[in-house]
């Protein structure tokens, strides 16, 4: 089956962009869009060939890169180099299906965190707190995410109809509706990145340089930007180091009410069966991933049961960092807290 970008010629599509002659190699790229690394006289570039099909969601994606360019973060974040002679950030380039949207954006220089390096991960958490406190006050025209799994990928449009996750993973999915209800009406809400993976942030130096990729980033329950992180620290083998430096790097940067600090295990698994439903749905458009499904739901299960054990040291821990991070917490931004 031919990917989404079969048939694209990064060397052509550059022409749009007024860049010939440049080296161009593939970079790692994520699970919805391909990119390359150019070197081109005029300087570094990713050349980033989306997936999605919609203009409007990538309309939304550059224009609040726009905003954040004025945010005085300190790290990088995506910043699109306009085609030649166009007014837009972005062009659409064939491929041999559809058109797709390509843009071109600065490189941002860096590595990659590794599963095993705790310090990275508090600083990184630390960024993703700063940029949260930049989103605040910010507006999007991507639609609001509700909570509701069902509206997680087109072709999951239910939650009766889950076979291919077996009765575990089903039952999984499920037990999840009243913990999405709960980030569905968690308070504050306000923009989140949405994706803090290790594949979205760069370091050099021992800080971070950049944080990459906002294509979910949307309204959300503000606790849900570090819920998600939480996710993602628990899905590695280095979860029983990783989950402490995760929320001390974050609540050192950014106060969270005790209510959504109480909801953080539970938003955690919520995202589990989030994703679940995302791979169900790139599962039944035909794109296959080299772990099965039932993988997945096993993963999911585990990390339920863990939680179950320890979410009660999690909110614990959580309280007394964002405690005694108040006093020494510099003004970054907008913050609120009920307790």
Do not use: C
């Not at 340089?209 to 998600?228: K, P």
Request: hydrophobic residues 45%; aromatic residues 6%; glycine residues 10%.
């Amino acid at each position: 089956m031919r990917g989404p970008g079969a048939g694209f010629d990064p060397a052509e599509a550059l022409r749009t962009w007024g860049i010939v002659g440049a080296a161009i190699s593939p970079s790692s790229s994520g699970l919805n869009n391909e990119s390359w690394f150019v070197d081109a006289a005029s300087g570094e570039y990713v050349l980033r060939l989306y997936a999605v099909g919609p203009s409007a969601a990538v309309e939304a994606e550059h224009a609040l890169l726009a905003r954040l360019r004025s945010a005085g973060l300190p790290f990088a974040t995506p910043r699109p180099v306009g085609p030649v002679g166009s007014p837009a950030t972005w062009a659409w380039i064939a491929t041999l299906g559809e058109p797709r949207a390509a843009a071109l954006f600065e490189r941002i220089r860096g590595a990659h965190p590794d599963d095993a390096d705790v310090a990275a991960v508090e600083t990184a958490a630390e960024a993703f707190a700063q940029l949260d406190v930049a989103l605040a006050v910010m507006s999007t025209d991507r639609p609001a995410f509700t909570g509701r799994i069902e509206t997680v990928h087109p072709l999951v449009p239910d939650l009766e109809h889950l076979g291919e996750l077996g009765p575990d993973g089903a039952a999984f999915v499920r037990r999840m509706r009243g913990a999405s209800e709960l980030r569905g009406s968690l308070q504050p809400r306000q923009i989140i990145h949405g994706d803090f993976a290790f594949g979205n942030i760069l370091l050099g130096g021992g800080r971070v340089t950049g944080i990459l990729d906002f294509e979910v980033a949307t309204e959300d329950a503000r606790a849900a930007e570090l819920g998600v992180a939480l996710r993602l620290v628990l899905s590695k083998s280095t979860r029983e180091r990783l989950w402490q430096p995760l929320l001390r790097g974050y609540l050192r940067a950014a106060q969270l009410s005790a209510t959504e600090i109480d909801a953080l295990p539970t938003i955690a698994l919520q995202h589990d069966a989030v994703v679940l439903a995302w791979w169900l749905g790139r599962f039944r458009s035909g794109l296959r991933d080299i772990r099965p499904l039932t993988q997945r739901v096993a993963e999911a299960l585990d990390r339920e049961r863990w939680l179950a054990d320890q979410g009660p040291a999690i909110v614990a821990e959580a309280r007394r960092l964002s405690s005694s991070a108040t006093a020494d917490r510099r003004p970054y931004g907008p913050m609120a807290s009920d307790g």
